[in-house]
């Protein structure tokens, strides 16, 4: 059924037939063109907001209870109370996200009373696809949220400050994530992609191509974080924990003994200011070129393993192999250029060099920062092949979605051949194809649609 306010707010009034009237607010997914595991570093990305949300419709109580309904039958019913100390649910748990929002806000706003709300969520941003379907619901939970309490946006928090408060507040169901997918949601502008920058966000509008179409393809991998994904996910951002530090502890042997390596961005914005060629040596010789074991890392950094394991690293598990600093780096440095380049492509109005760019962008996510799986890397072979510009994994990975960049000319020999030899050679089944082509268009920023309030 299509989502209208009608629906909506009927959906809400049969869900919790004694409430008052709802408001009703909605909040984008995205889809990240390229910039891939680089927030949680501080470095660039080049994501859009798109024509796919998630939709609330909200109504407060008189006490602190919290009533989640969702449309979809997959997502059960959950109640809890808003208190100083909202504890999570088990992992995975959907209402984990809300419960994110609404601890977020609590620890910035302070309020006198904890104030309750019901809830009905619909959407149609697929989940587990690498669209931030879960970001969305964070955002859209806390407009209704910030509007219980009586706050309003810009006047009370402005959404640059929202966007850094909720990167930090969506940590809460597990995720080491950056945050980026807060930033164009709460900030995204339609036909335009976001190039952000972190600590501190700044979002600059970027217009996109008028003619050519991004299309977004589902490998219908579902990439959930939760569990082995969730750990597999957190190995990124832990990763460059390390590397973090194994580069500050060369940068003080080549440059300054007092220098501070926050994040790696700061090699680029910092103080040190250096520049590609400049972060890629340094780089190359802080990393060994094979993989090493945390012993390693612990007597390059003349510190105990045991200090290590508990400083900030607890979480860490040792790949089978080790640890594969080098290419992990590389990563970082090589997407880092492709995005300013791809911005500059948007900017000349060239989809060739912005294809090209996502290609790479591909074959390193897959190839040095481990993050692609086979069926992803499968869509973007078959999408060259169909002669799509340029095609990418999107999100964190491990399957989910691509991105495809796709002339308007080849639009229908492109979705014919991934058709014939993707989704059909891998025997899904027909009303899966249908709904795993996603033909994206930009879209506004997170909003109130209807505020009774
Ligand atoms: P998705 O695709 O929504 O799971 C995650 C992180 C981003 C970013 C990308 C990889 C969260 C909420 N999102 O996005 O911050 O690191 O992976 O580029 O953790």
């Known amino acids: ?35 891939e595991h680089l927030d949680y570093n501080g470095l660039p990305v080049l994501p859009m907001a798109i024509d796919r949300a998630i939709y609330l419709a909200f109504s407060p109580r008189e006490d602190n209870l919290i ?63 690498g669209l931030s379907s879960s970001s969305a619901l964070v955002v859209a939970t806390t407009l209704a949220y910030l509007s219980v309490l009586g706050k309003k946006m810009e006047q009370d928090i402005t959404r640059l ?39 501190p966000l700044r979002v600059t509008h970027v217009p996109v191509f008028s003619d050519h179409a991004f299309v977004v393809c ?9 569990g082995a994904m969730l750990e597999r996910y957190n190995e990124g951002p832990l990763t460059c924990r390390l590397l973090r530090a194994v580069i500050e502890q060369q940068a003080r042997e080549d440059y300054d003994d007092d220098l501070r390596i926050d994040r790696l961005a700061d090699l680029w914005y910092g103080p040190l200011g250096l520049t590609h060629e400049e972060a890629a040596y340094l780089i190359e010789r802080a990393t060994p070129d094979e993989a090493v074991g945390l012993a390693w890392i612990a007597q390059r950094l003349g510190a105990p393993e045991e200090t290590l394991r508990q400083d900030g690293f607890k979480e860490l598990v040792e790949p089978p192999g ?6 992990r780096a590389r990563h970082q440095i090589t997407e880092h250029q492709r995005v300013e380049a791809a911005r500059d492509c948007l900017l000349a109005d060239d989809p060739e060099g912005f294809g090209a760019a996502m290609y790479h962008s591909h074959w390193s996510c897959a190839e040095d920062y481990r993050v692609s799986c086979p069926e992803l890397d499968a869509m973007v072979h078959t999408a060259q092949a169909a002669g799509a510009m340029g095609a990418r994994m999107t999100g964190a990975g491990f399957g989910g979605c691509t991105v495809n960049l796709v002339a308007p000319e080849q639009l ?12 059909q050679n891998n025997g899904f089944p027909l009303d899966d194809i249908d709904s795993a082509f996603l033909p994206v268009r930009s879209a506004d920023w997170a909003d109130y649609m209807v505020q009774e309030r």
């Open 67 to 129: 009533q989640l309904r969702n449309q979809d039958r997959a997502f059960a019913p959950a109640d809890f109370r808003n208190t100083a100390a909202i504890e999570p649910s088990q992992r995975g748990a959907w209402e984990n996200y809300c419960k994110a929002a609404i601890v977020g806000l609590n620890a910035h706003f302070h309020p006198e009373r904890y104030a309750g709300m019901d809830l009905y969520v619909d959407g149609d941003i697929p989940s587990g696809a």
């Open 161 to 199: 400050e929202l966007a850094t408060l909720l990167a930090e507040a969506e940590q809460y169901v597990g995720t080491r994530g950056g945050g980026m997918d807060q930033a164009v949601i709460l900030l995204g502008r339609r036909n335009h992609a976001c190039m952000i920058h972190f600590f």
């Open 218 to 226: 589902n490998s219908l991998v579902k990439a959930h974080k939760t």
């Open 412 to 423: 229908g020999r492109f979705q014919e051949t991934m058709h014939r030899q993707y989704y």
């Open 322 to 327: 080790g640890f594969l600093l080098r290419t």
């Open 1 to 35: 059924m299509t989502i209208t306010l009608d629906n909506m707010l009927n959906g809400h009034r049969a869900a919790f037939p004694d409430a008052g009237p709802a408001s009703l607010c909605r909040a984008p997914g995205r889809v990240n063109l390229i910039g």
